[in-house]
C-alpha cells in the first residue's frame, strides 16, 4: 500500500513540483493538493493523507494553527514542515505544536523522500539546533522516581540511542556516533518506543529528560 501524503503550500508550482517528485517514488502518492489551510481538517477527512506537508506561511491562517489543529482533530496524522530558515523560531513554535519534523524549501529535490520516510517510520527529521530547542522547553523539574525508570529495562545499547536522540542527533549521526547501521538505529528506537510507551520522537525525549531516563 502506498504511503499517502496531502500538501499545503500557497505556491503552486511548488505544490506541482512536489507532487511530480513523490510521483517518481513508487512507494508514494499525492491524495491532496491545497494553497490555503482554512478547512484543513475536511480536506484531510477527504483525502485521508498518512504525512501532511505543510507550509508556514499560509494565507488566512498561518500553517502552525493548522497544525495545532490538525493534531487536536487527527491526532494520527504526521505533519511536515517545509521552510525557508532553518533556524527560524516559527519552525520550533511548529514543532511544539504537534509537527514531527521539517525539510527545507531548498532541500526538497534531494532531501524530501528521505524526510518522508524517516517521518513515517518513527522519526522525526530536524536539525540538531532545532531539536535542541524542543528539548530544552520540554525541561521542566519533575519529581523522579527511579523505581519506574527502573521497570522500562532499557538495555546499554538503547540507552545510548536514546542518550544520542536526547543530544538532537538524527538517525544518521546515531548511526554514525555508535558505529552501528541506520537500519539498526531505527530497530533501537522501534524497541525503545515500546518500552517507554511512547508512539514519537519528541515523546520519547520528553519522558527520558523528565524522568531522567538517560
Known amino acids: 500500500m502506498s504511503l499517502r501524503v496531502a500538501i499545503f503550500d500557497d505556491n503552486k508550482n511548488i505544490r506541482q513540483s512536489i507532487t511530480l517528485l513523490i510521483s517518481t517514488n513508487p512507494d508514494m502518492e499525492v491524495v491532496g493538493s491545497f494553497g490555503n489551510v482554512l478547512n484543513c481538517v475536511n480536506d484531510c477527512l477527504k483525502c485521508e493523507p498518512d504525512i501532511v506537508l505543510m507550509d508556514i506561511q499560509m494565507p488566512g491562517m498561518s500553517g502552525i494553527e493548522a497544525v495545532q489543529i490538525l493534531k487536536h482533530e487527527l491526532p494520527t496524522i504526521q505533519i511536515l514542515m517545509q521552510t525557508v530558515f532553518e533556524d527560524d523560531d516559527r519552525v520550533f513554535d511548529a514543532i511544539c505544536a504537534g509537527a514531527s519534523g521539517y525539510v527545507l524549501k531548498d532541500d526538497l529535490k534531494n532531501k524530501l523522500i528521505d524526510a518522508i520516510k524517516e517521518l513515517h517510520f518513527g522519526g522525526s527529521p530536524m536539525s540538531p539546533s532545532i531539536a535542541r ?12 522516581n527511579k523505581a519506574s525508570v527502573n521497570e522500562y ?9 536514546l542518550l544520542c536522540i536526547v543530544n538532537g542527533l538524527s538517525y544518521k549521526m546515531v548511526a ?13 528506537i522501534k524497541k525503545i518506543y515500546e518500552k ?3 508512539a514519537s520522537l519528541t515523546e520519547a525525549v520528553a519522558k527520558a529528560i523528565k ?3 538517560v
Open 211 to 213: 524522568q531522567g531516563i
Open 153 to 161: 529495562k532499557l538495555t546499554p545499547r538503547e540507552k545510548e540511542v
Open 176 to 188: 554514525a556516533e555508535l558505529f552501528i547501521s541506520y537500519e539498526t538505529v531505527r530497530s533501537h
Open 196 to 198: 517507554l510507551h511512547v
Open 133 to 144: 530547542k524542543v528539548i530544552n522547553k520540554l525541561q521542566i523539574p519533575e519529581k523522579i
